[in-house]
């Protein structure tokens, strides 16, 4: 029975396996704690109500509150905050709707990159190779300039046919 060595047979040093406390570390980098104290959330009669209970604990996810599509509230965000802990909420269920609740924000950012990604892959069938469709964006983006040339030149009263 042999041991584990980042040494390969040829002699070299191989690359350590990484660590996953530090892939954690790595991922969490710039993202702050959440302020819990100023937590709210919208009941379910729609009023914005606080989300801490007398202990200082959340009894609801924090999430962003809108009104006439204008952000009231930013609450708790993925990218943003670090995670929050079990024993930050007042009961088990805050912290399962909590994780529901993260796992939707990650599934919406998931399939916003699928759709991007089928874009890309349906223009790359669309124009064939890498060349080609760089080329057939550039013929894309003078026709919108040549569009607005000839409005501009429309309004000063030139006519564009005879040219």
């Not at 406390?21 to 959330?41: H, L, P, Q, S, T």
């Not at 509230?73 to 805050?94: I, N």
């Amino acid at each position: 029975m042999g041991t584990k060595s980042n040494v390969n047979k040829v002699g070299q040093v191989a690359a350590p396996e990484p660590n996953k406390a530090d892939a954690k570390k790595e991922k969490e980098k710039g993202r702050v704690a959440f302020n819990i104290k100023d937590a709210m959330y919208r009941d379910k009669e729609g009023n914005v109500v606080t989300a801490v209970n007398g202990d200082g604990l959340l009894v609801a996810v924090p999430q962003p509150i809108k009104e006439d599509d204008k952000v009231v509230y930013a609450g708790y965000s993925v990218r943003k905050h670090l995670p929050l802990k079990k024993s930050e909420f007042a009961a088990l269920t805050g912290h399962i709707r909590y994780q529901a609740y993260v796992s939707r924000v990650k599934a919406a950012i998931l399939v916003k990159n699928a759709i991007e990604k089928e874009k890309k892959a349906d223009r790359i069938d669309q124009f064939g190779n890498e060349e080609t469709r760089k080329k057939a964006a550039k013929v894309a983006r003078m026709r919108e300039q040549i569009a607005i040339l000839e409005g501009d030149l429309t309004k000063e009263g030139v006519d564009i046919t005879k040219l």
